[in-house]
């Protein structure tokens, strides 16, 4: 078996009066690059990457570096081609854009791995250890122009997390940093004052803060009881992840801008995260995340991938968390505390939630993975055609 075929697909959803904003910037599309990747005997994969910024620079990388070393080489090499493409680019591309190209055209591989032996990509990774995972919802943005008048818009963050609670989700996580540290807080109480104190909340700055104010803002939190602090700084800063970690008595969480085992080797061991949290589009792709995985292991890091853009994306996350046994190890399996976790963006999103052609859905207050060799989804040729740029 040999790879005959490698393509591209840049898609975009514009969001118009659906968008939301971060601490960082405003989200006024949603939009990814899929890779598509078929053999000679006609088995196919799908990967995924080109999330962070413009997708073009990632396909120009996939299409003009790394497919002519690929094409016609095996697909079961997988391991061989990823060390092949790594090595190739280390010396100019040891993060960002040649990591996401990498990390596309690699989970395509896993795919088509699990589709030539008829094993899902989690048995692949070691077995399924579950059919669904455990979930928390990732909203309560910023939007429109509610950051002018926070006294309306405190009503509708208690109907939105309200919402969250009530289609099953017992986690949920908030985004602070384009406020007052004052402002923030008085958000994060209001949605505490509405779930009430069964429901865990989670906070993602978006490293909008400095060391001080992080750890000013992380006291609010602390009387919240909010269970983990997001990128509180830069990613840059070490010294002041650091220093947050040391001075709140809230977990803290990093690494969505993290690349391959060497970023997070360095972060882990310099003990700036109790919780990482790596993108498989973007880290390496499945290859490199289980290597990542082990190494936080090892070092007692709790691993909860970030999990953003397509169903391809949302469909890799779940294989590997499907994969993952609850660590520590104990006789039960608690949510956050030692039981896999994966995270789900509730804001509109028709490119997880169109493109396959078996969408994945909630159950019971989970996520039911899905069945089927490789990553067991498929895409919808016509959806993808509608939002392909």
Request: aromatic letters at 10%; a negative charge; charged letters at 25%.
């Amino acid at each position: 078996m040999y790879i005959t075929k490698i393509e591209t697909f840049i898609l975009r959803v514009p969001l118009g009066e659906k968008r939301f904003f971060s601490s960082q910037c405003a989200f006024p599309e949603r939009n990814s690059l899929l890779v598509y990747i078929e053999t000679d005997n006609g088995l196919y994969g799908w990967g995924e990457g080109g999330q962070y910024g413009p997708a073009e620079p990632v396909q120009a990388c996939i299409e003009h570096v790394l497919a002519p070393r690929v094409l016609g080489r095996n697909p079961l090499d997988k391991g061989i081609l990823w060390h092949e493409m790594y090595n190739y680019t280390k010396d100019f591309g040891q993060k960002g854009t040649y990591i996401e190209a990498i990390s596309a055209i690699d989970i395509a591989l896993w795919d088509i791995c699990g589709k030539a032996l008829g094993v899902s990509a989690a048995h692949l990774m070691g077995g399924r250890q579950r059919e669904c995972v455990e979930m928390y919802a990732t909203g309560c943005y910023y939007r429109g122009d509610q950051y002018l008048d926070l006294g309306k818009t405190l009503d509708e963050l208690k109907a939105e997390a309200a919402g969250y609670v009530d289609a099953g989700f017992k986690m949920l996580k908030v985004k602070i940093g384009l406020l007052s540290v004052e402002d923030d807080a008085k958000r994060v109480h209001a949605i505490r004052e509405t779930v009430g104190d069964d429901v865990g909340i989670f906070v993602d700055c978006n490293h909008a803060y400095n060391a001080y104010t992080a750890v000013r803002m992380g006291k609010y939190l602390e009387k919240e009881n909010v269970l983990f602090m997001e990128e509180p700084v830069i990613p840059e800063d070490r010294e002041g992840y650091r220093c947050v970690r040391e001075k709140l008595d809230i977990a803290i969480a990093g690494g969505e801008a993290e690349y391959t085992l060497y970023g997070f080797r360095d972060f882990i061991t310099s003990r700036c995260i109790d919780i990482a949290q790596p993108d498989i589009t973007v880290c390496g792709g499945l290859t490199e995340f289980l290597r990542i995985r082990d190494f936080a292991t090892a070092y007692g890091v709790t691993v909860i991938p970030h999990a953003w853009g397509s169903g391809i994306a949302m469909s890799v996350a779940l294989a590997a968390l499907c994969s993952m046994p609850a660590e520590p190890h104990t006789a039960h399996r608690i949510p956050f505390q030692n039981e896999p976790m994966i995270e789900y963006d509730r804001n509109f999103n028709p490119l997880r939630d169109e493109l396959l052609v078996k969408n994945i859905g909630i159950e019971d207050g989970k996520v039911k993975a899905p069945e089927g060799p490789g990553l067991g989804v498929d895409i919808n040729v016509d959806v993808l055609r509608r939002y392909c740029s």
